[in-house]
């Protein structure tokens, strides 16, 4: 799910996968994985699968997506529990900051089984993705970040109901937002995502084109 979204993004986007640096955001990883991992450990260690431990790395998703796309840009993975979209988020907007002119952001979650699913619930398969760049010839709104003290957005959109159970889902505030587009007055509310610790990262969405305005620490 994390390669189709980031591809749809790209299409999109009008941009060559091949081009872009990236940034793989997932809370947990390959759950089941993980969990079948420690089962076999526990039981039959000597039954490790290599297949299976080669997919259980968090960064497997980043690695098949270079592979496949021929890419040579940077990727990098990250985890940060209920702040990793967030987290993701920030650091895709400091790889902007930093020179990048664009940068293509994919955030999945897939379903938790086992003891490990008991501890860290995750329910379905969710995955999404964006392109932010500097500027461009594509269409669609202006992100204006602010990273601050505070409490996240309530999960109240459609698509965020439809996956509240979900890893992944306090993503999906934004991406109602996106769907939402700006209001009348030409700018929407901002949505205040969970960055950890008692910090939102607020995301203003501005009429224009395709652009990544500011960030605000």
Not at 14 to 29: C, K, M, W
Not at 45 to 52: A, C, G, I, Q
Not at 97 to 108: K, N, P, R, T
Request: charged content about 10%.
């Amino acid at each position: 799910v994390a390669l189709e979204a980031g591809l749809a993004a790209c299409t999109a986007a009008g941009r060559d996968p091949a081009t872009l640096p990236s940034v793989f955001v997932s809370t947990h990883g390959d759950l089941a994985i993980t969990d079948y991992m420690c089962s076999t450990l526990a039981s039959q260690p000597r039954s490790l699968s290599p297949t299976r431990f080669h997919n259980s790395v968090h960064n497997a998703a980043a690695g098949y997506w270079t592979i496949g796309t021929g890419a040579m840009q940077a990727a990098t993975a990250i985890s940060a529990m209920d702040a990793s979209f967030a987290q993701g988020l920030l650091e895709a907007l400091v790889l902007l900051a930093g020179g990048e002119e664009a940068v293509l952001l994919v955030a999945y979650d897939a379903g938790a089984s086992g003891p490990l699913g008991e501890q860290a619930p995750s329910v379905g398969l969710l995955g999404g993705a964006l392109v932010l760049s500097e500027g461009g010839p594509e269409t669609g709104p202006v992100l204006q970040a602010t990273l601050a003290d505070g409490d996240p957005s309530p999960a109240d959109g459609p698509l965020a109901l439809h996956a509240a159970g979900n890893a992944m889902a306090p993503m999906l505030p934004l991406f109602d937002a996106l769907a939402r587009g700006t209001t009348a007055s030409g700018q929407a509310a901002p949505v205040r995502l969970d960055a950890g610790a008692g910090r939102v990262l607020s995301i203003a969405l501005l009429p224009g084109a395709a652009a990544m305005e500011s960030v605000d620490a």
